[in-house]
Structure formats: structure tokens, C-alpha cells
């Protein structure tokens, strides 16, 4: 218990100083009661918390939350209540980051690991085609970078409530690829995936991609390498339920050439996002359900992955309060729609492998296939 405590203590302390940093990004978010209620002064927050159904009222109303029964509605409220204080205590220990009312403020942590990340958790073994990224010169990287700036990244997207994050990670990484090799972005089909990426030998792979029930992106490069590649969103829908499988190998319009895991080193990650495009991570999301915005840098976080997402840039920029001066960041798009986080996406301390997020990060290159 000590070590916490003085934690606890430590994360007070900065508290006040963290809150300085991030007020202009709370005002430029939103002035909404569900953000402020949680990132205030100790006393106003203690007083929001005992107005909880005044809040609940507004979340209802702002993400169109309706439930059943008047039980359902109590449960509800209930969790609402414990994560309102989930989140108060997630912003002392992660204060270069906004917590607070997200749409997910009405789920356990087990109902939204289950509904909304998708990443197997077991250590699988790569697919045979998997190759080691090979070393990239440094020394001339830019000090920000952005693929968004570029046309390299497709709208934000939404995977609703199934297990397919390892689907939208694949095909972001695919999408960057192959606007790389043709200039050219296109949306491409993350049901193809849910629906038809199931054969594979768990001798070889460990586990095999399973749609809503979750899956891995090296899986998912594997599978597209073999059948010759993906549909687009437009051709092949998606659907966010696992389904019957209705690929049309004539309406292949982009296609794996080889991909590589890439090393646990930040400087190399860098390099390959910069030279190859959007690279596909895993990264473990206990602090994505209340995030909002800002940069996360929590003070503890696990690095067993449960959550795939898409490295698309990198900053200089990002408050670190613990160290008193900026740090980098990575930028991550996240598949949980626009209304989550910074207009979908997701800033991580960068450089120490925090949540995980510098341990499974594959890239991809494109070939570009004419549809028939």
C-alpha cells in the first residue's frame, strides 16, 4: 500500500499544474457539463458527483441512451455513478490527459472490453509470411509528423459493438499503403475480414482470427496475402455482426505485397511509419474508456495488448508533467467514430513503451489490383 500512497500523493501534487496545461484544450473541446464535472477543482468535482442523475440526464440525451426497463436504467445509472469516479481517478494519474463522460460511461470495464476492443491477449506466434522489419536511418526524421496531412488516412470509423478493432487496424494499414503505391485512397472492407477470415492452422498461428470475437492484424495480413486481397467498404459493407462470407475475388482492389514486424525501439517506428505509412499496433486501452483528449502518459498502465489501433503521425509537443517539460506523442486513430476522444483519435506518450503501445507494430506494403 505505501508505494501507492505516495503515488497518490505525488499525482495530487501535479494535479493543479496538469489542469494549467490542459484548460485551453477543455475549452476548445467543448464548454459540456460532462467534461467539466471531472476536470475541475476537487471541491466542484466532489459536487458534480452528488448531482450524478443531473449528469446522467445530459449523457443520456448528448449519445442517445436509451434502456428497456426502469432495472436496466438503475443498473445503469449505477455504473454511470462508479464511472464518474473512474474517472476522476484516472485524471490524478494520468493529468497531461482529459477523463471524464465518454459514450461509454454506462458499461463495466468487462462489458466494454468485451463490446469495443477485439485484440486476441494470448502471445501468438507470427504468421510464416511475417518478416523483420530491417533497420532505417534515423537521423533525418522531421520532428512531427502527421499521414493525415498527407491523404494517407480514411475518415474516422466505427466498429460498433463486436470484437473487430484487429480488422480496422489491418485495414488502415492497408489503406496508407496503398495510397502510398497509387496515390490513390480508398476505403476498404472490414467485414471481409469479420465475415471470411477464419481458416487457419492454431498449430502455426496460436490463435486464429474469430470476427466480433476478436482477432490479430499479423492474422488479418496473412489472410489478405493469400486470397489476394480486400474488397472496398463500398462493395463489401460493414455490418459491426459476424456474418456469412461474400468475398468476390474479382472486386479485389488492393492486395498485400509482404509486411514486417517492426523492433521495440520508438526511433524505428518512427522511421518505418514515415517511409512505409499508417502501421498497424496493438496497445492496452484501461485508459481509453474515459478518455477525451490531451496526451495520455499515464503514471502506471499494463502492457498486455487487448486493442488493435493505427499509428498515423507523431508530435513534439505533449505535456508530461512528472518530468516538468514537453514530450513526444504518437497520434492514433482509434475505430470508435467521431465522438470518441479527439474527433476519433488518441495521443500516447511516446518513448517508453506506455500501455504497451511500442511492442506489436507491424507495417505493410501495397501492390494495387485493377477490380474486373
Same mark, same amino acid.
Given at each position: 500500500m505505501a508505494p501507492f500512497s505516495f503515488l497518490s500523493l505525488l499525482s495530487l501534487a501535479l494535479l493543479s499544474s496538469a489542469l494549467a496545461s490542459t484548460e485551453s484544450f477543455i475549452h476548445e473541446v467543448t464548454d459540456d457539463p460532462l467534461?467539466?464535472?471531472?476536470?475541475?477543482?476537487?471541491?466542484?468535482?466532489?459536487d458534480q458527483l452528488l448531482h450524478?442523475?443531473?449528469?446522467?440526464?445530459?449523457?443520456? @440525451?448528448?449519445?442517445?441512451?436509451?434502456?428497456?426497463?426502469?432495472?436496466?436504467?438503475?443498473?445503469?445509472?449505477? /455504473?454511470?455513478?462508479?464511472n464518474l469516479r473512474r474517472a476522476k481517478r484516472h485524471q490524478l494519474l494520468d493529468p497531461s490527459a482529459v477523463h471524464g463522460v465518454t459514450k461509454f460511461s454506462d458499461l463495466t470495464p468487462d462489458e466494454f472490453e468485451k463490446r469495443h476492443l477485439g485484440l486476441h491477449k494470448q502471445r501468438l506466434k507470427l504468421p510464416v509470411d511475417a518478416h523483420k522489419a530491417p533497420v532505417l536511418?534515423? #537521423?533525418?526524421?522531421?520532428?512531427?509528423?502527421?499521414?493525415?496531412?498527407? =491523404?494517407?488516412?480514411?475518415?474516422?470509423?466505427?466498429? !460498433?459493438?463486436?470484437?473487430?478493432?484487429w480488422s480496422f487496424s489491418t485495414t488502415g494499414a492497408l489503406e496508407g499503403a496503398h495510397y502510398l503505391a497509387t496515390g490513390e485512397l480508398v476505403s476498404l472492407s472490414e467485414q471481409q475480414l469479420v465475415d471470411?477470415?477464419?481458416?487457419?492452422? +492454431?498449430?502455426?498461428?496460436?490463435?486464429?482470427?474469430? !470476427?466480433?470475437? =476478436? !482477432?490479430?492484424? #499479423?492474422?488479418?495480413?496473412?489472410?489478405?496475402?493469400?486470397?489476394?486481397?480486400?474488397?472496398?467498404?463500398?462493395?463489401?459493407?460493414?455490418t459491426g455482426t459476424n456474418g456469412v462470407c461474400k468475398f468476390d475475388k474479382s472486386k479485389i482492389v488492393a492486395s498485400v505485397s509482404n509486411f514486417s514486424v517492426v523492433s521495440l525501439d520508438d526511433d524505428q517506428i518512427a522511421a518505418n511509419l514515415v517511409k512505409h505509412g499508417p502501421l498497424a499496433v496493438g496497445i492496452n486501452a484501461a485508459w481509453m474508456q474515459t478518455y477525451i483528449g490531451g496526451v495520455s502518459c499515464p503514471y502506471i498502465c499494463g502492457r498486455q495488448l487487448d486493442h488493435g489501433v493505427l499509428l498515423v503521425?507523431?508530435?513534439? @509537443?505533449?505535456?508530461? +508533467?512528472?518530468?516538468?517539460?514537453?514530450?513526444?506523442?504518437?497520434?492514433?486513430? #482509434?475505430?470508435? !467514430?467521431?465522438?470518441?476522444?479527439?474527433?476519433?483519435?488518441?495521443?500516447?506518450?511516446? =518513448?517508453?513503451? /506506455?500501455?504497451?503501445?511500442?511492442?506489436?507494430?507491424?507495417? /505493410?506494403?501495397?501492390?494495387? /489490383?485493377t477490380s474486373q
Open positions: 467534461i467539466r464535472q471531472v476536470v475541475s477543482d476537487g471541491t466542484e468535482a466532489v450524478a442523475e443531473h449528469h446522467f440526464s445530459l449523457f443520456k @440525451a448528448k449519445y442517445g441512451k436509451t434502456y428497456a426497463t426502469q432495472e436496466e436504467h438503475d443498473h445503469r445509472f449505477s /455504473v454511470f455513478k462508479a536511418p534515423t #537521423n533525418d526524421l522531421p520532428t512531427d509528423f502527421d499521414w493525415r496531412d498527407h =491523404g494517407a488516412v480514411t475518415d474516422v470509423k466505427d466498429q !460498433g459493438s463486436c470484437g473487430s478493432c471470411c477470415d477464419h481458416e487457419c492452422d +492454431p498449430e502455426e498461428y496460436g490463435s486464429c482470427d474469430a !470476427g466480433c470475437d =476478436g !482477432g490479430l492484424m #499479423n492474422n488479418a495480413f496473412e489472410y489478405t496475402l493469400k486470397v489476394g486481397g480486400l474488397q472496398t467498404e463500398k462493395d463489401y459493407p460493414y503521425g507523431y508530435g513534439a @509537443a505533449g505535456y508530461a +508533467p512528472i518530468r516538468l517539460k514537453e514530450k513526444p506523442y504518437w497520434i492514433v486513430k #482509434n475505430s470508435w !467514430g467521431e465522438s470518441w476522444g479527439e474527433k476519433g483519435y488518441y495521443k500516447i506518450c511516446r =518513448g517508453r513503451n /506506455v500501455c504497451g503501445v511500442e511492442s506489436m507494430v507491424s507495417t /505493410v506494403n501495397a501492390i494495387h /489490383v
